[in-house]
C-alpha cells in the first residue's frame, strides 16, 4: 500500500490509529503490538499476500537465531560466530535469490552464451530494506547488544508499517523501548507533529518530486529509447532527476517518521539537507543516514575501516561503496554509481590529507556546489537504463551531441518550465531549513550518533508552532495533495 | 519518554481543531461539488446524456433480438433502424462513449438481460478503448445501486475528489445554468460537431501493445461471464478506426486480441473497419455522420454469420 494514496490516507490509518488508541486508553500493551503487526500484515499483503508468509517465515528464523545468539552472549560473555554466519547466510540467501538470481543468470548467459531460460523472479517488497534490518539485528545479538525480549515486540520490530517497505533502517535498541512503554506522549503532540511531518512528506512527494518526475521521465525515457540529448536538456534533465529522488525519498522518510510518532515512536531520521553537504564525505553524513551507517556499522568497520592503513582505508572505502551501489539494484549502472561515489569519497580523503587541500578551503558555496555537481554527475549512472544510455547522457551533459543553447526537438516538454523548476528547486534545497529543522524543538525523529546534522536545534526563521494559523496552513498543504492524489505513482525506492 | 506540559498540548490540540475543521470542510465541499455536478449531468453533459437516452430504450422496447453494447465507434457507425430491416431482427443500438469504457458495456448488457432475451449481443468497441486504465469510473457512472453494494466506498470517494472536475461544474453551471442542453442527438447519436484532421505522423501518439489496460479486458471477461450465464450469444468486434492506426497499431491489436479471446468472445473476423481520412468524422474512431448506413452494411455483411447462427440455435431450441 501506498503512503501516497486513498486507501491509506482514508481507510488503512484512521482504522489504525483507532484501534491503537482504544487498546491504548485500556492499558492493553500486548494488543496494542499485535494490533499494530496485523495493521502492517494487511498493509504488506495489500501489495502482495504471498509474500507475507515469507516475511514470517524470515522473522521467525531470525528470532529463534537471535535468541540463541543473545543468550550465549550473556553466558558465555562470547557467541557464537558460526550460527551469526549460518543466520547471515540465511537473509542475504534470500536478499541474494529475490534480488539477484535474475541478475546473475543473465551475466552468465551473457558472458557464456549458455541461453540459460529461467522465469522473472518478483522481489518481494522491501526485501532490501527489512534484510538490512534483520543483518543488523544479528549482528547487534552477537555483540550481545540487544536485551531480551518476546517475539511480538521482534515482530513488530520488523514489520513496523511505517518503516517496513523503505525504511529508515531502524536498529532494533532505538524503538524497541518505544514499543513498549506504559505511557506515550499525549494524543495531541502525538498526532499534530505526526499530521504535520506526515503533511510535510505527502508535500514533497506528490507536490514536488512528482512535479519534477514529468521532465526527468520524459528525459530518460527518451535517452533509453536512443535520443541524444544537448548540452542545456541533458543539465535539466539531470537536475530535474537529482530534486526528484531527493523529494521523493525524503518526502517517504518523512511520512514514515510522522506516522511512526502518531503511534509514539521515534524513527531515525533519513534526511539532513544532502545537497547542503560541502564535501562528499558530508554528503553521506546528510543522505539516506541509515543506510549511511548501517554500512559504515557493518561493513565498513568489521573490513578494517580505518585502522589498517591509508590503502587498505581506500579499498574498504570502495568495497563498502561497491556493496551499497549493489543494495540498490541488480544492474551494472548502479555498481557503477556506487563505484563512483567510492572513488569520490577516496578522492576527497586524499585531498583532505594532501598539503595542498590542508591549505586551500574551497569556499563553502563552491565546496557544496562542486558536491552536488558530483552527486548528479553519478546519478545518470544510478537512474540510466542501461550503460548505453548513461554514455548517451554524459556525452549529453559534457557538450559531446552539441553546445547550443537552443535546439530543435526537446525530449523535455517544457524545457523552459522544467528548468526554470530546477532553479527554484535549488533553492529551496540550499536556502530552505529541512524538515526537521522546522520542527526543531517538536523533534519528531532521532539522531544518529557520529551523523552531526541529524541532530537538530530550532530553526531561527522557519518554526513550526501548534497554533491556529499553521493549522489552516497545513490543511490547505495536505488539501491541495489530497487532490493530487488521483496522479498517485509509486516512490522510487520501492524498487529497491 | 516524558510528558508534554498541558499547555503545549492543548495548544496542539487547537492546532488539530483548526486542521481537522479546514481540511474537513474543504474535502466536504470538493465532494459535496462534484457529485452534484455528477448527478445533475453537469460534468460530461453528453456523457450524462447518452447514458439516459440508452437506458430509457430499454424501457420502451418491446423486443430486442439483437443488442449492440460499446463506445461512440459504435454509436457513430451502425444505424440500428437500418440494421433491423437487414437482418429482419429488431435490434437496438445501447453505445454509450469510451469513457464508459468496457465497464459500460458491461453494465448495459447486464441491463439488457434483466428485462429481455436477445439472441445476439454485439460488444463493439474502438481499440482505443483499451488503452484508458482507468476502467472502473465508467462501470461505477453506469451501474445500477444494487451492483455497487460491495464497492469500496473509498474508491468511490477517489471518483468524486478531483478539483479538475469540481472546476467544470462550477464552470457549466457559470456558463449555462441549469438548462437542458440544446438538441444533443441526431440519428440516434450524440451529434457530432467538427471534422477531425488526423496528424501526419501517428508517432507522437502511438498505440503500443503495453499500453492495453486489464482493467479494461476484465470488464471484457464479466460480459462474456455474463452470457455464458444467461446462454446468450455474444461476439467482440472492433468499431471502424483510422487506418493509419490499422496499420500502426498491429502489435496493440494482436495483443488486445489475445486478452479478448481468453475471455472467450469470439471476435469478429474482418474488424476494426479501417476508416480512409476522407471518411473520418470528428475524431479517429468516428465516421462521417452521412458514411452511418454505408457502414452499418458492412458490419452487417461481417456479423451476418453470427445472427444466422444465433437465429438457427434458437429455432433448434
Sequence with gaps: MLFNSFPFIFAFLPITVLGYELLRRRGLQRAKKIWLIAASCVFYAYWSAAFLGLLFVSIVVNFFVGRRLQTLARERGTSSRRLLIIGLIWNLSLLGYFKYANFFIDNFDAAFGLHIEIARIVLPLGISFFTFQKVAFLVDSYRNKVEPHAFVDFALFVMFFPQLIAGPIVHFGEVIRQFSQETTPPAANRYAIGVTVFAMGLAKKVLVADTFAIHAGAFFDAAAGGYTPGMLEAWIGMLCYTLQIYFDFSGYSDMAIGLAWMFGVKLPINFASPYKAQSIAEYWQRWHVTLSRFLRDYVYIPLGGNRRGPTRQNVNLMTTMLIGGLWHGAAWTVVLWGAMHGAMLVIHRLWEQSSFGARRAMRPMLATTVTFVCVLLAFVAFRAADLETMMGIYRGLFGFNGTSFWQATWAIEKPLVAAALGIAGLVAVWGLPNTQEWLGAASPGLASPGYPATYVAAHERFVWRPDGRHGLAFALLLFTCFVKLNDVSPFIYFQF | ?317
Design chain 2, 1 to 317: 519518554m516524558t510528558s508534554l506540559p498541558s499547555s503545549t498540548s492543548s495548544s496542539e490540540l487547537r492546532y488539530l481543531k483548526a486542521l481537522g475543521f479546514v481540511l474537513g470542510a474543504l474535502v466536504t465541499l470538493l465532494v459535496t461539488i462534484t457529485a452534484t455536478g455528477y448527478r445533475l449531468g453537469l460534468v460530461e453533459v453528453a456523457n450524462h446524456e447518452i447514458y439516459g437516452y440508452q437506458r430509457d430504450k430499454l424501457g420502451t422496447a418491446r423486443t430486442i433480438d439483437i443488442a449492440f453494447v460499446g463506445d461512440s465507434s459504435l454509436g457513430n457507425a451502425i444505424d440500428a433502424a437500418l440494421f433491423s430491416s437487414l437482418a429482419g431482427r429488431d435490434t437496438v443500438n445501447l453505445a454509450l462513449t469510451g469513457s464508459y469504457g468496457s465497464g459500460g458495456a458491461y453494465n448495459m448488457a447486464y441491463k439488457l438481460l434483466q428485462d429481455h432475451t436477445p439472441r445476439l449481443i454485439v460488444v463493439m468497441q474502438s481499440i482505443d478503448v483499451m488503452r484508458r486504465k482507468e476502467a472502473f469510473p465508467g462501470f461505477y457512472f453506469s451501474a445500477e445501486p444494487s451492483q455497487l453494494l460491495t464497492t469500496s466506498p473509498i474508491r468511490i470517494l477517489e471518483l468524486y475528489f478531483s478539483l479538475k472536475t469540481a472546476r467544470r461544474v462550477v464552470e457549466q453551471l457559470w456558463k449555462h445554468g441549469l438548462a437542458e442542453p440544446a438538441e444533443l442527438f441526431v440519428n440516434d447519436y450524440i451529434a457530432q460537431t467538427s471534422v477531425y484532421s488526423p496528424p501526419a505522423e501517428l508517432g507522437m501518439d502511438p498505440l503500443l501493445p503495453n499500453m492495453v489496460a486489464q482493467a479494461q479486458l476484465d470488464y471484457v471477461g464479466q460480459i462474456a461471464d455474463l452470457c455464458r450465464q444467461h446462454d446468450t450469444e455474444c461476439v467482440y468486434a472492433y468499431g471502424p478506426i483510422y487506418d493509419g492506426y490499422c496499420t500502426q497499431a498491429m502489435e496493440y491489436v494482436a495483443k488486445v486480441e489475445s486478452g479478448v479471446a481468453a475471455t472467450g468472445l469470439p471476435i469478429v473476423a474482418g474488424t476494426p473497419l479501417c476508416i480512409p481520412e476522407i471518411e473520418l468524422g470528428d475524431t479517429v474512431d468516428h465516421v462521417r455522420p452521412d458514411l452511418k448506413e454505408s457502414y452499418t452494411r458492412r458490419y452487417f455483411e461481417l456479423l451476418r454469420p453470427y445472427i444466422d447462427r444465433s437465429v438457427a440455435t434458437r429455432i433448434v431450441q
